[in-house]
C-alpha cells in the first residue's frame, strides 16, 4: 500500500471538475484517506515548491526550453536569457502566485501502487501532451507557450506526487496524522485483502 498526494488546482475547481477528478481515482480503486478545501498560503506553497530545490528549479527551466525547441521557438525573445535557472525560477514563481489564488483541494490517496497509478490517471505535466482517458488530457489543452506567453503557470488541473519520497514529504507538509483516516473500502475485499490471506 502506498500513499501519495494530489492536489487539484484553482483551475479545476473553478471548471467545477472536482467530482469528475476525484471519481476517476475511486473508480480505478484509489481510496481517498484525506481531504482538505483550502487557499493555500504563500509560505506552504514556498515549501510545496522551494527556491532552494536546484533540482525541481532546474528542471522547470529544462523542460520550458525543451517545449520552446519543440516548437520551434525562440526563448531568448521570450526570457531574454537561456539560463535554465533564471527560467525555472520564473515559472516556479508563476506557479505559486497561480497555486495562491484560489481554493484547492488537497488529498491524500492511498492504494496498491497508488503513485504509480495517480500519475497514469492524471497524464503528462503538459496537457498537450496527455494521452486522451487521462485527466489532463481530457480537461485541458495547455502547454508551456501559451503560459508562458501569458507570463502564468501551465493550467493543468492537478498536482500529483512523483515518487515515494516526495508523496512523504508532501503529505507531511498538507496534512497532520490526525487529520487521515484509515478504513475498509469494500473493492479491497476482492483486490487487495485477498492478497494476504
Keep these: 500500500m502506498e500513499r501519495t498526494l494530489v492536489i487539484i488546482k484553482p483551475d479545476a475547481v473553478q471548471r467545477g471538475i472536482v467530482g469528475e477528478i476525484i471519481s476517476r481515482f475511486e473508480k480505478a480503486g484509489m481510496k481517498i484517506i484525506g481531504a482538505k478545501f483550502v487557499t493555500a498560503s ?11 530545490r536546484r533540482d525541481f528549479v532546474v528542471g522547470l527551466g529544462k523542460n520550458t526550453l525543451n517545449s520552446y525547441r519543440e516548437m520551434g521557438l ?18 516556479r514563481g508563476w506557479l505559486v502566485e497561480f497555486m495562491a489564488s484560489g481554493p484547492v483541494l488537497a488529498l491524500v490517496i ?16 503538459l496537457p498537450q501532451k496527455s494521452a486522451p482517458g487521462t485527466i489532463r488530457g481530457d480537461y485541458s489543452f495547455d502547454s508551456s507557450y501559451l ?8 493550467h493543468n488541473l492537478i498536482h500529483a506526487s512523483g515518487n515515494p519520497k516526495e508523496a512523504e514529504f508532501e503529505i507531511n507538509l498538507w496534512f497532520k496524522d490526525k487529520e ?7 473493492h479491497q475485499r476482492y483486490m487487495v485483502d485477498q492478497a494476504y490471506e
Design 42 to 52: 504563500k509560505d506552504l506553497l514556498n515549501k510545496h515548491y522551494p527556491f532552494d
Design 74 to 91: 525562440k526563448p531568448l525573445e521570450q526570457f531574454g536569457h537561456q539560463d535554465p535557472v533564471k527560467i525555472g525560477r520564473t515559472v
Design 110 to 125: 492511498e492504494g496498491p501502487h497508488a503513485i504509480e497509478i495517480v500519475r497514469k490517471l492524471v497524464g503528462s505535466t
Design 147 to 154: 503560459a508562458n506567453t501569458s507570463k502564468r503557470s501551465i
Design 180 to 186: 487521515m483516516h484509515n478504513y475498509h473500502a469494500l
